[in-house]
């Protein structure tokens, strides 16, 4: 009895393994076709200023359409994608796509809208990055400035020296960048203090108890403070209430992204949804001046 169990549990657990390794392959031959097939999507989440609500740029988020199970969050196969070197291929289509995008929002002519973009460890760490990306400029004909890239800390602790270097060379063509996920790396401030970045993005795993936790008020207030001091500009993510709204605007965010403003979307509804700002904002501007 013991030894049949005991043979039973070896089975399962060989067998979980195997189910483990197979369910990567089965999700790797099908990111093939999904590049191949071009099942990617990008939504793009809008980011506001604080004071005005004014929307000032989005970040690019990607989605797999998959055919069968419907949008995949980049959470279950970023990663894979990653390990495989597919990563390559999924973000030299996330520059171009969100780039030409982008030209698109501004042709509306409401706004100088930037783009944020995602970039992996991968795809900052090779030799032409870049070039790939000047060249989604240059195909596309978005203004540099319009174009800001999101890197988290661990990357550019990579290779500190390598990756100092690239950032001072996409900034002097006008390109912005961003820390993302800020304080949930292990970065040093000696180093922080070296890189040549515009802006960080305070992680929102801070910003989801700021209010009923002091520990995280005490972190975004240090993060705000050492912002200021050293004229970055900070967005907050993952603002979802009124009340971490308030907090952050009160304490000197000067820009904030979350479900509260919006969600990610597909170009076609954000297009809408400009439209839709932008006339509200008209037409508040109307009844002050009749106020008046
Ligand atoms: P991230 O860059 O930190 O992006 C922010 C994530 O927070 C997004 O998740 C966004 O949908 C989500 N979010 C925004 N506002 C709120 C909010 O108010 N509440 C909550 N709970 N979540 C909010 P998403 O789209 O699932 O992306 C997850 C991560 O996948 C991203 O984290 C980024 O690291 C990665 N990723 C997404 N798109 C790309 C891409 O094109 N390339 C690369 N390399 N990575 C990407
Ligand atoms: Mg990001
Ligand atoms: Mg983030
Ligand atoms: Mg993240």
Known sequence: ???????????????????????????????????????????????????????????????????????????????????????????????????????????????????????????????NFIRSVRESLERTGLPANLLELELTEGILMENAEHAIDALHKLRREGIRIAIDDFGTGFSSLSYLKRLPIDKIKIDRSFVNDVISDQRDAAIIQGILSMAYHLQLGVVAEGIETQGQYAYLRKHGCNWLQGYYFARPMPLATLEIYLEEQHQAYQLNLARQRSDE
């Not at 796509?97 to 460890?121: K, Y």
């Open 1 to 127: 009895q013991a030894k049949r169990q005991g043979r039973n549990t070896y089975q399962w657990f060989t067998c979980d393994l195997n189910t483990q390794e197979s369910q990567r392959v089965v999700l790797r031959n099908e990111l093939q076709t999904a590049i191949e097939k071009q099942q990617f999507e990008l939504f793009y989440q809008p980011q506001v200023h604080a004071f005005s609500g004014q929307v000032i740029g989005f970040e690019a988020l990607i989605r797999w359409k998959h055919p069968q199970r419907g949008y995949i969050s980049p959470v279950e196969f970023i990663g894979l994608a990653e390990d495989t070197g597919q990563i390559i291929a999924i973000s030299d289509w996330v520059l171009a796509t969100a780039c030409r995008d982008n030209v698109r929002l501004n042709s509306m002519q409401i706004g100088a809208f930037t783009m944020a973009v995602n970039i992996s460890p991968m795809q900052f760490q090779r030799g």
